[in-house]
């Protein structure tokens, strides 16, 4: 896949400046019964995680029970057009990431316009991914990796959570930079690609920091960059990619969204609730936008 560096920056500059749309209705006493969330990807990957915390912070806060739904299939769009189809009553919202902004060029026909179509409610976090290897490829930092894939090419695997994602998103502008071809896997989450990475069915990947770290950490993977231009606080001493790519740089962003028109006062209340949890205080602007609150 070939995808400008410009046109992949617009993009993802473009998701997280979602205009807010006027919407009418009002809140009552919101919530009344169980809100259903729904994610994208399978249990367990990065998705999944950011929407189970804030799921239980909302249930707290709230006192009403946020439902996490998985709905995995086409890089997230398929929980995305259910999202577009709900009742905009404010129980039926989306957790939202990099794939909202990829998805618009990785896929022709879409049944929906995301910006268009979508509310933004509030931004959760934003996170860096982390170029990891199996036990099996000799590489021990990014230059290594260069080298031993073009002296193999075609032979490298590079495990992604579908694509549109940000696990194929950063592995292709990889490609493209360092020019060598991972090929990418498609799993049906991060989860299942970090599994199929553990089981060498692949040898790279570019997975979210939560989703690695523990696998990291108990040294069955091996870290060789973050993705971000400055280093992770978790992992200070693993470098950034842009240090052997300059100019490279990917991060993921998470945020909640509601279908168009749900009532400005149910945004503006869950978007209270959720930026009253950040220790970040530039994200809480009082008004529903994607401002992504900084995090590790």
Same mark, same amino acid.
């Given at each position: 896949?070939?995808l400008?560096?410009r ?9 997280? $400046? ?11 006493? @919101? ?23 804030i ?28 999202a577009?189809? $709900?009742?905009?009553?404010?129980y ?8 909202? $902004? ?14 268009r ?21 000799p ?23 579908g694509?549109g994602t ?14 060598v071809k991972l090929?990418?896997?498609? @799993? ?11 089981a &060498?069915e692949?040898?790279?990947?570019f997975?979210p920091?939560?989703?690695a770290?523990g @696998? ?6 091996r ?8 280093r ?5 001493d693993?470098?950034t990619? &842009?240090?052997?790519?300059?100019? @490279? ?40 936008t ?7």
């Open positions: 896949m070939k400008p560096r046109t992949f920056l617009h993009l993802a500059a473009g998701a997280a $400046a979602l205009p807010v749309l006027p919407r009418v209705g009002s809140a009552l006493d @919101y919530p009344k019964r169980p809100v259903h969330l729904l994610v994208g990807f399978a249990p367990a990957g990065a998705t999944d995680i950011c929407a189970r915390l799921g239980q912070w909302l249930s707290e806060r709230l006192g009403e029970q946020f439902v996490i739904e998985n709905r995995p299939g086409a890089g997230s769009n398929v929980a995305t057009e259910a577009v189809r $709900a009742s905009a009553d404010g039926t919202l989306l957790l939202t990431g990099p794939p909202a $902004a990829f998805n618009a060029t990785l896929y022709d026909n879409l049944n929906f316009n995301f910006l179509d979508m509310a933004p409610v509030g931004g959760i976090m934003r996170a860096p991914n982390v170029l990891v290897v199996n036990s099996g490829v590489a021990k930092n990014v230059s290594e990796l260069i080298a031993y894939a073009k002296a193999n090419p075609g032979k490298i695997s590079m495990a992604t959570g694509n940000s696990q194929h998103i950063f592995g292709e502008l990889f490609n493209q930079m360092a020019g090929i990418p896997v498609a @799993y049906r989450g991060g989860a299942p690609a970090l599994l199929g990475l553990l &060498g692949v040898q790279v990947e997975a920091v939560s989703e770290i @696998y990291i950490r108990a040294g069955k993977v870290a060789l960059a973050v993705t971000t231009a400055t992770s606080p978790v992992l200070p693993v470098p990619v &842009g240090d052997f790519l300059p100019g @490279y740089e990917g991060s993921g962003f998470f945020g909640v969204s509601a279908p168009r028109n749900t009532s400005g006062e149910i945004i503006n209340m869950l978007n209270r609730e959720i930026t009253s949890g950040s220790p970040n205080p530039r994200s809480r602007s009082g008004s529903p994607w401002v992504a609150i900084q995090c590790p």
